[in-house]
T-cell receptor, first 110, second 116 residues
Framework: RKEVEQDPGPFNVPEGATVAFNCTYS??????FFWYRQDCRKEPKLLMS???SGNEDGRFTAQLNRASQYISLLIRDSKLSDSATYLC???????????FGSGTRLSIRP | GAVVSQHPSWVICKSGTSVKIECRSL??????MFWYRQFPKQSLMLMAT?????????EQGVEKDKFLINHASLTLSTLTVTSAHPEDSSFYIC????????????FGPGTRLTVL
């Protein structure tokens, strides 16, 4: 079983739609959680960190459920520029390394 | 702040040659840097963790004699792909850890390696 699992998609939704991504992780010792965005042939860029209390940044909302080892990302009022691959990332502070999920491709159509 | 650069951004080389990729943290000191590889339509796979002043820690299945890592200073780590072969063609990305307590990593723009 992969350490971090995501639905690969692709998700193809119209502009303005709300879209949700899910991610599960297998190691209960995980301590930090992130969503990264990666555009084609570019490096990943941090979209937002994910906290136990949930957090929101504009149109983006991230949630963490430690009991279920589940992370989510919600994008409201999607824009064409949101088209990218979204990577769920889990960190272990003892090793200082992070593990990437395989990514979910999102395509927003006009 | 937290800018990481990589050089070169792309390289094409003949099979059997060695290629060196540099990763620099421009505005912060990075005790730890990471090297990833990404094949088309796949996610990033951690190759090794590079610690300043000590030997790198390689992930399972990554040959340390083929992928030489040197972390000579707090702002520079290098990855040398020795005797490169076509199957080494990939997107190599480095990252630097600014705050080891939080695992937030900042990524370089990547190096696209093509081995003919």
């Amino acid at each position: 079983r992969k350490e971090v699992e995501q639905d690969p998609g692709p998700f193809n939704v119209p502009e303005g739609a709300t879209v949700a991504f899910n991610c599960t992780y297998s190691n209960s010792a995980s301590q930090s959680f992130f969503w990264y965005r990666q555009d084609c042939r570019k490096e990943p860029k941090l979209l937002m960190s994910v906290y136990s209390s949930g957090n929101e940044d504009g149109r983006f909302t991230a949630q963490l459920n430690r009991a279920s080892q589940y992370i989510s990302l919600l994008i409201r009022d999607s824009k064409l520029s949101d088209s990218a691959t979204y990577l769920c990332v889990v960190g272990y502070s003892s090793a200082s390394k992070i593990i990437f999920g395989s990514g979910t491709r999102l395509s927003i159509r006009p | 702040g937290a800018v990481v650069s990589q050089h070169p951004s792309w390289v094409i080389c003949k099979s059997g040659t060695s290629v060196k990729i540099e990763c620099r943290s421009l505005d912060f000191q990075a005790t730890t840097m990471f090297w990833y590889r990404q094949f088309p339509k796949q996610s990033l796979m951690l190759m090794a963790t590079s610690n300043e002043g000590s030997k790198a820690t390689y992930e399972q299945g990554v040959e340390k004699d083929k992928f030489l890592i040197n972390h000579a200073s707090l702002t520079l780590s290098t990855l040398t792909v020795t005797s490169a072969h076509p199957e080494d063609s990939s997107f190599y990305i480095c990252s630097a850890d600014r705050d080891s307590d939080y695992n937030e990593q900042f990524f370089g723009p990547g190096t696209r390696l093509t081995v003919l």
